[in-house]
């Protein structure tokens, strides 16, 4: 079993940055692919980034490839999204989840993940 909690979202200003976090609780963290997903209202839930577990393969969504960076750290068993030049379509609740051992183009399906945070807000003004 593993828990996660996101924290990090806010309002922001188009252009600024944010980082959000992903602090997971449980066993064997580090054998867990992470990943990133939003969901705007009204909207489908969508796929933002992944990051294997080693951290040796990073994915990303077309929408934010060169804005978005994402990052773990297994010591801490948290994994992190820094966000930059963040624009108003970005504006939506930005959930972390995880999978063991999650591999390929596959990630970026949200019914691949085992565990989901309860998600964060983060807003964008034009």
């Known amino acids: 079993q593993v828990r996660l909690v996101e924290s990090g979202g806010g309002l922001v200003q188009a252009g600024g940055s944010l980082r959000l976090s992903c602090a997971a609780s449980?066993?064997?963290?580090?054998?867990?692919?992470m990943g990133w997903f939003r969901q705007a209202a009204g909207k489908e839930r969508e796929f933002v980034a992944a990051?294997?577990?080693?951290?040796?393969?990073?994915y990303y969504a077309d929408s934010v490839k060169g804005r978005c960076t994402i990052s773990r750290d297994n010591a801490e068993n948290t994994a992190s999204l820094q966000m930059n030049s963040l624009k108003p379509e970005d504006t939506a609740v930005y959930y972390c989840?995880?999978?063991?051992?999650?591999?390929?183009?596959?990630?970026?399906?949200?019914?691949?993940?085992?565990?989901w945070g309860q998600g964060t807000q983060v807003t964008v003004s034009s």
């Open positions: 989840a995880a999978i063991q051992y999650g591999v390929g183009q596959a990630l970026k399906e949200p019914h691949q993940y085992n565990y």
């Open positions: 449980g066993r064997a963290f580090n054998t867990y692919t």
């Open positions: 990051i294997t577990w080693g951290g040796s393969n990073t």
